[in-house]
């Protein structure tokens, strides 16, 4: 780790050397000033030779996740493990990861299951989507189709079985109260007004399409359905951390200074894996006992929901053969001998009874946690990754407050592995004062301070203990995560702040080898509170171009946790900032800013003779 340090810093020196040519923007700019880290071997190196078998680190996590009981599984015992492709082409951004998802539907035989958290019917992905469903039925009409596609859909409602539940309170109460219902009396008594009005834009005849929607309702206070899938014909499935709501289609490069923005991955699996996540899918589908874990009723459609067609655990089709699927090269796909789906059920979690403190010298009660912590697939998962992991772990999550996270992250550091992590800054800073381990920079404060009580443990020896990489997120545009205070573009959200260039992301890849995607977030509502759905697989292959694809762009471009500030970020003097000089006078902005005919096209600004072209674009707040 020492020469590894070494040739980072000569590697920085002669990207600085050759860099002579002054920037034209801002984003070329930020690209000279970060693109520092190419070359890290963050992605390459095969540690493993596992040559298309198993790997010994995804066996390793594998018999850790199958020692959590049945009861905590999200779908059945004879499906969590099986095997499968991965596309390696990536999906980035709302646009491009629903207009995927978009086609799939397109071009459905026998079925369309489709979860997710935040559900905004007017959003450019809703539309997306139900455009997709009405060329569907078109399609099927045209053909003469003897029988229909059944289109299951089920959403997220944001409210207990009691009406009471703390993000409900958080978007005031407009989110509960609503009734599930039948159609069979051809009335709509699922029908809603306001946010979650769940007419579709025109009827469909059954004959070709069976529409049904549901809604979940949790019995935990802080419990919801934070899954996103979308499997189709049981042959293949989107996973993604994207919610069906606008923030997620907003453009990456010339942001509006009024938009917010949250940049989010799909990925694509294949063949007995899609099998499994219907498997899973079907598992919150059909809950309707009223217990804690909630249960789901019918809202809307164009048919009663499960009056036919319904779940046998059989695959449509033979999954044997190579992936044939509409709009994907052939080329992308690469098979992982082992995947499993690894989620959580909500609620059925133990806190932790204490902080960071002292964790390297309480060894006993630092066992007792991390197992403790395991209780379900996803945790035992993630834990199970920083437990064996022997190099390198990369990242990219929104979030970083859950101490059960952040005490794996220490375990994999004390035995000498690298953690590097993308987080977005400022993300959901509202929530610190009871959030676990405070807002993010908190978070990363405290873990830092951890591994100097390591270092003293290893007698001072460094190359003992992992390095922590921790880099907050930055577009494609240039503009660091951040965040805003103002009108929320989501207009029934109580809390007055924008969520403003921030990564969504949810990725995580260890040694090149083993892979995690899905809707887990690193923080304490993943890890104790919400229902989720990851994908673990397996492959050198597909791990190595999925790191360069999602993570080390983002990387390299992220900026390194205690640089100056940035031109729009919050200021209280002119030393905090990267430019040297801060808004800081009464009725003034208090954000860093460019001197007087500095500013890049692209850059932050105020005022017009901030910007070398003498032009401020008011609607973006970029120099153009």
């Known amino acids: 780790m020492v020469k590894q340090k070494k040739f980072q810093f000569i590697t920085l020196m002669l990207t600085l050397l050759i860099s002579t040519v002054e920037a034209k923007s801002f984003k070329g700019l930020v690209k000279q000033k970060l693109f520092s880290s190419q070359g890290r071997s963050l992605c390459d190196g095969d540690l493993y030779q596992a040559k298309g078998q198993v790997s010994n680190l995804m066996n390793s996590v594998a018999q850790d ?35 995927q998802m978009a086609d799939l539907i397109r071009n459905a035989e026998h079925e369309v299951l489709v979860q997710t958290f935040i559900f905004d019917i007017f959003s450019k992905g809703a539309k997306m989507l139900f455009k997709a469903i009405s060329d569907l039925e078109e399609k099927r009409k045209k053909m003469g189709a003897k029988k229909p596609v059944v289109v299951r859909f089920i959403f997220d409602i944001i409210g207990s079985a009691k009406g009471v539940n703390f993000f409900e309170l958080m978007i005031g109460g407009r989110g509960g109260g609503r009734k599930g219902g039948s159609l069979s009396d051809g009335e709509l008594k699922g029908r809603e007004l306001g946010n979650y009005q769940l007419d579709f834009p025109r009827k469909l005849d059954p004959k070709y399409v069976r529409l049904e929607f549901k809604g ?21 499935s989107v996973v993604t951390g994207a919610n069906i709501v606008g923030y997620h289609h907003a453009k990456e490069v010339g942001t509006g200074k009024d938009e917010e923005l949250m940049v989010d991955h799909g990925f694509l699996v294949y063949g007995p894996i899609a099998l499994s996540m219907a498997d899973e899918f079907y598992n919150l589908w059909h809950k309707n006992a009223g217990t804690k874990a909630g249960f789901s009723s019918q809202y809307n459609g164009n ?21 044939k699927v509409y709009g994907v090269e052939t080329t992308s796909w690469v098979k992982s001998p082992y995947m499993g789906v690894v989620g959580k059920q909500t609620g059925a979690m133990h806190r932790i009874a204490g902080k960071l403190n002292s964790w390297v010298n309480k060894l006993k009660w630092r066992a007792k946690v991390l197992a403790m912590q395991g209780e379900n697939p996803q945790n035992a998962a993630f834990l199970g990754v920083f437990k064996h992991a022997k190099s390198h772990i990369n990242i990219n999550t929104p979030s970083l407050n859950s101490w059960g996270f952040m005490h794996g992250i220490l375990e994999a550091l004390s035995r000498g592995v690298d953690v590097n992590i993308v987080v ?10 009871i959030q676990e381990a405070g807002k993010n920079s908190q978070a990363v404060k405290s873990l830092l301070k951890e591994r100097k009580k390591l270092i003293k443990q290893f007698g001072g020896d460094e190359s003992k203990v992992g390095d922590l990489t921790v880099k907050w997120f930055v577009t494609r545009g240039g503009q660091i995560s951040g965040h805003r205070k103002g009108a929320r573009v989501e207009k029934r959200i109580v809390v007055n702040e924008k969520f403003w260039n921030h ?17 887990a977030n690193l923080d304490e509502q993943s890890w104790y509170n919400s229902r989720e759905v990851n994908v673990i697989l397996d492959s050198h292959r597909a791990a190595s171009k999925l790191c360069k694809r999602v993570f080390k762009n983002d990387f390299d471009r992220a900026m390194a946790y205690g640089s100056k500030k940035w031109p729009g970020e919050k200021c209280w003097t002119n030393k905090q900032c990267d430019t040297g000089r801060c808004m800081n006078k009464v009725g003034r902005s208090w954000k860093c800013i460019f001197k007087d005919g500095t500013g890049l096209k692209g850059g932050y600004c105020e005022k017009n003779k901030q910007c070398k072209s003498n032009i401020c674009n008011a609607k973006t707040a970029q120099c153009s």
């Open 503 to 519: 990564n969504h992301t949810k990725f995580l890849v260890a040694d090149n080898q083993v892979v995690i995607v899905g809707s």
């Open 216 to 236: 979940h309702r949790h019995g935990e206070m802080l419990a919801v359905s934070h899954s996103k899938t979308a499997i189709i014909d049981r042959k293949v």
């Open 65 to 99: 996740v199958k020692k959590v009981p049945n009861d905590r599984w999200t779908l059945s015992k004879d499906m969590r493990w099986s095997n499968g492709y991965v596309s390696t082409k990536t999906y980035r951004g709302g646009d491009e990861i629903f207009s």
């Open 303 to 323: 048919v009663d929901s499960d009056k036919a067609y319904p779940y046998d655990k059989k695959p449509f089709v033979n999954l044997k053969g190579f992936p």
């Open 424 to 433: 977005s800054k400022n993300y959901q800073d509202y929530n610190g004062p």
